[in-house]
Nanobody, 121 residues
Framework: QVQLVESGGGLAQAGGSLRLSCAAS??????MAWFRQAPGKEQEFVAG???????NYAGFVKGRFTIFTDNAKNTVYLQMNSLKPEDTAVYYC?????????????????WGQGTQVTVSS
């Protein structure tokens, strides 16, 4: 069975940092990504990485977030620095069995349960 297990969400102060983790099992993927959904807003793409190391970021990241993988642990991470209150959202890990670095949620076959990130002023 394919599983995506997320961890690392929680509460941070503005300007602080959090690292989200997504441990994948069951198969390998061509792409993995992070999406988020803030209260009253539509779900949006945050960052993605392909099996060849190609990376794509949303414009609002502006150097604050970094996506990377630990292949030995079969885990993808989202390092979030310089957090802002507007980063408050439920963050979802997603994985695709085909395609490369898509930003649309429809491109992803598997999803984690979501983890809450709250940034206070």
């Amino acid at each position: 069975q394919v599983q995506l297990v997320e961890s690392g969400g929680g509460l941070a102060q503005a300007g602080g940092s959090l690292r989200l983790s997504c441990a994948a099992s069951g198969r390998t993927f061509t792409s993995m990504a992070w999406f988020r959904q803030a209260p009253g807003k539509e779900q949006e793409f945050v960052a993605g990485i392909t099996s060849t190391g190609r990376i794509n970021y949303a414009g609002f990241v502006k150097g604050r977030f970094t996506i990377f993988t630990d292949n030995a642990k079969n885990t993808v991470y989202l390092q979030m620095n310089s957090l802002k209150p507007e980063d408050t959202a439920v963050y979802y890990c997603a994985a695709a069995s085909s395609g490369w670095g898509a930003t649309q949620r429809e491109a992803y076959d598997y999803w984690g349960q979501g983890t809450q990130v709250t940034v206070s002023s």
